[in-house]
């Protein structure tokens, strides 16, 4: 559908802002609209505390990796002093890119003029270009962007007036202790191209009406009795989540073993599993013997990747039957995700229609509702 002159018009959104169970879903041209989404990345994207991955995927000094938020380059790097460290991923002298997807490294060089840059960020070769009274290397290193970590987890943020980490986070971190988080370890990493706009993800795992349909032959046989599952829980920070009660592990498909369920659960963790999802693209599965994280990567206003990390407890990963064991974790994710992500360009195929077909939200969707409008808050004036 075809997005109105007067885009941005609060006047627009008048029926997303009702309640939950009188309010209409977002308009298609909030999925498919170049100025939606460019809005988006200018006050969402740039203002927000960003995940960007684990501390246990760069374990030693000179470790990094990179990563695209909304097309903007960083490195991930781990220094000789053993701090975690973020910068833009682009030259001080004339731009360039520096570096490319992962690995280890004794400096980061740009492969256009070889300007070359210490595993802290600083300046240290410039060939054929010498120092003099015009020019220090040392005003000149990489430009960093905010950093900080919750147990690992690593956020940065572009904006240099953010509120601290911790501060976006309020409870969260309190709701997670159970799980032990700062004992996990990243095991795998696997990523997804996906044909739909970053938001039809964060609210189709928030979603469960579509369970017993598109999970029909693989999710949907865990039952769950009742549809026990708390739909909307009170939050102190910039998420949302439910829990869903049930039997064994939801990191499994029905009928396998796993590891045994992380020691210090206790309570509703014992039975069940925790679905926070901070906001703008992280979706945490905390179940009782593992966390699977899901990070929405937009690569456009109709395109974007999936990366889905699998995590256990360290001494998990030092049993000799690890990868064995690990291996039916990873089979629940290939199983379920291509069904997911199948759905959401169904989705988007959808939205294309000139007329909006989307009518209205159920009990199972009241998370979507809260997520679209804070999606509004965040875009309009």
Not at 20 to 26: E, G, H
Not at 92 to 111: D, F, I, M, Q, Y
Not at 116 to 126: H, M, S
Not at 132 to 149: G, Q
Request: proline content about 7%; aromatic content about 14%; overall charge negative.
């Amino acid at each position: 559908m075809h997005a109105p002159d007067d885009l941005f018009n609060p006047a627009r959104y008048a029926r997303v802002r009702e309640p939950a169970a009188r309010a209409v879903p977002l308009p298609n041209w909030c999925y498919t609209s170049p100025e939606f989404y460019m809005r988006e990345v200018e006050r969402i994207f740039m203002k927000v505390w960003n995940y960007v991955g684990h501390a246990s995927q760069i374990p030693e000094a000179g470790d990094y990796f990179t990563i695209e938020i909304t097309g903007a380059p960083v490195i991930i790097i781990r220094g000789d002093d053993g701090e975690i460290r973020a910068f833009h991923n682009s030259c001080r002298h004339r731009g360039s890119r520096v570096a490319w997807g992962e690995g280890s490294c004794k400096n980061l060089t740009c492969p256009y003029h070889n300007w070359t840059y210490a595993r802290d960020g600083n300046l240290i070769a410039t060939p054929l270009i010498d120092e003099d009274e015009d020019f220090s290397r040392a005003d000149y290193p990489l430009l960093p962007v905010t950093m900080d970590h919750w147990a690992g987890f690593l956020f940065v943020n572009f904006d240099p007036a953010c509120a601290p980490l911790a501060d976006y986070l309020g409870d969260l971190p309190a709701n997670c202790a159970a799980y032990a988080p700062e004992n996990l370890v990243c095991a795998r990493r696997k990523t997804y191209s996906v044909e739909g706009n970053w938001k039809l993800y964060f609210e189709n795992y928030n979603d469960s009406l579509h369970i017993p349909f598109v999970h029909q032959g693989t999710l949907a046989k865990q039952k769950v009795k009742g549809r026990a599952r708390s739909t909307h829980e009170e939050t102190n920070g910039s998420y949302i989540t439910h829990f869903t009660k049930h039997e064994g592990s939801r990191g499994l498909l029905t009928g396998e073993t796993g590891f045994p369920p992380i020691g210090a659960l206790a309570g509703r963790y014992q039975a069940g599993t925790y679905y926070p999802c901070l906001y703008p693209t992280v979706l945490f599965g905390w179940t009782i013997d593992c966390l699977w994280i899901f990070e929405i990567r937009p690569t456009g206003p109709e395109t974007m990747d999936l990366v889905a990390s699998s995590f256990f407890p360290k001494d998990r990963l030092e049993r000799p039957d690890f990868e064995e064991v690990a291996a039916r974790y990873y089979a629940r994710i290939d199983t379920i995700l291509p069904e997911d992500n199948e759905a959401v360009s169904w989705q988007q195929q959808g939205l294309r229609a000139p007329v909006n077909a989307a009518s209205n939200f159920t009990h199972m969707e009241t998370l979507c509702h809260a997520f679209d409008n804070w999606v509004l808050d965040q875009v309009l004036d």
